[in-house]
């Protein structure tokens, strides 16, 4: 089984950053893909960007140029650096490990930004 645990959600001001970091435990394959999501109160989890094995990176529109994901000295732990944090991006985060038999989600972090 994997676990996955994501940290560093919290309260900052429009403008600001955060450093979102998931960790991934747990029987894991020696290839995967990590994505990030969130999900705002009344909406659907929506997809924000995904980190493939060999180095890759993705992202969706409302979040490119903003936010960055990257792995740290570890493969296990990836993080999401998100800047010039809007009103907008308050939700919960969300990390999934992707891999072919089967994908994990954490239980997310609340990312809270204020005006």
């Known amino acids: 089984q994997v676990q996955v645990v994501e940290s560093g959600g919290g309260l900052v001001q429009s403008g600001g950053s955060l450093k979102l970091s998931c960790e991934v435990s747990g029987r894991t394959l020696s290839a995967y893909d990590i994505g990030w999501y969130r999900q705002a109160p009344g909406k659907e989890r929506e997809y924000l960007a995904r980190?493939?094995?060999?180095?890759?990176?993705q992202y969706e529109d409302a979040v490119k140029g903003r936010f960055t994901i990257f792995r740290g000295t570890t493969k296990n732990v990836v993080y999401l650096q998100m800047n010039n944090l809007k009103p907008e991006d308050t939700a919960v985060y969300y990390c999934?490990?992707?891999?072919?038999?089967?994908?994990?989600w954490g239980r997310g972090t609340q990312v809270t930004v204020s005006s």
């Open positions: 980190l493939w094995d060999n180095g890759l990176t």
């Open positions: 999934k490990y992707i891999s072919g038999p089967g994908d994990a």
